[in-house]
């Protein structure tokens, strides 16, 4: 059981360039996630997903894309990358049901640095 | 809106010190969540522990305890005897009740260094 991972692990771009990072989750959960970590900024979201082919904003969504085309990936896209996205990425994963809101399942993280 | 105020930035403690690590929140509904998550250095997130707002029991586990106070609206955890593997990064974290947007609230962390 891997519960949730996250691709790359690291990645440096240039900026201007595209990428796009894979959160793949196999414990079949409704609800995914995208955060930034950010040095005393804490977790901050990015965008969400309540269901696959439903996407929405989150705190800080400026300069990313999403898309929940299979309901355990979720990927999410910079498609010109800027030096003010250098972060550490982190997916999660969660299930909210009847039982309440349960905790999220985090990924290791993805690294990016944008030169 | 809910809110998270982790106020303690950093703190430095002695390796066999206790240390409780403050977390206060704001929300609105009548039932909500509270979580304890923790990040090593290592870089993962970890969950620590889920109170249910109805549940104002302390609860213990081994060296960690919770202080649920839903009088202050606060979550405190305790972690007594600490040890060097307790350094890390804690996070609190609020979430509304199950159905529609289920979007957590985080606080910003608080950095616990634990010296030998």
């Known amino acids: 059981n891997a519960g949730v991972t996250q691709t790359p692990k690291f990645r440096v771009l240039k900026t201007g360039q595209s990428m796009t990072l894979l959160c793949a989750q196999d414990?079949?959960?409704?609800?995914m996630y995208w955060y930034r970590q950010d040095p005393g900024m804490g977790l901050r979201l990015i965008h969400y997903?309540?269901?696959?082919?439903?996407?929405a904003k989150g705190e800080v969504p400026d300069g990313y894309n999403v898309s929940r085309l299979k309901k355990q990936n979720f990927l999410l896209g910079l498609e010109s990358a800027a030096p003010s996205q250098t972060s550490v990425y982190f997916c999660?994963?969660?299930?909210?049901?009847?039982?309440?809101?349960?905790?999220?399942?985090f990924g290791d993280g993805t690294r990016l640095s944008i030169l | 809106a809910q809110k998270v105020t982790q106020a303690q930035t950093e703190i430095s403690v002695v390796e066999k010190e206790d240390v409780t690590l403050d977390c206060v929140y704001e929300?609105?509904?009548?039932?909500?969540?509270l979580f304890w998550y923790k990040q090593p250095p290592s870089g993962e997130l970890v969950f620590l522990i889920r109170?249910?707002?109805?549940?104002?029991q302390n609860e213990i586990s081994g060296r960690y305890s919770w202080n649920f106070q839903k009088s202050t609206s606060s979550f405190n955890f305790t972690i007594t005897a600490s040890q060097v593997v307790d350094s890390a990064v804690y996070f609190c974290?609020?979430?509304?009740?199950?159905?529609?947007?289920?979007?957590?609230?985080f606080g910003r962390g608080t950095s616990l260094i634990v010296h030998p």
């Open positions: 999660a994963s969660s299930y909210s049901g009847p039982t309440g809101s349960l905790p999220q399942h």
């Open positions: 974290a609020l979430s509304p009740p199950s159905g529609g947007s289920y979007i957590p609230t």
């Open positions: 414990m079949n959960h409704e609800y």
């Open positions: 997903s309540v269901g696959e082919g439903t996407t």
């Open positions: 929300t609105r509904d009548t039932t909500y969540y």
């Open positions: 109170r249910n707002s109805f549940d104002e």
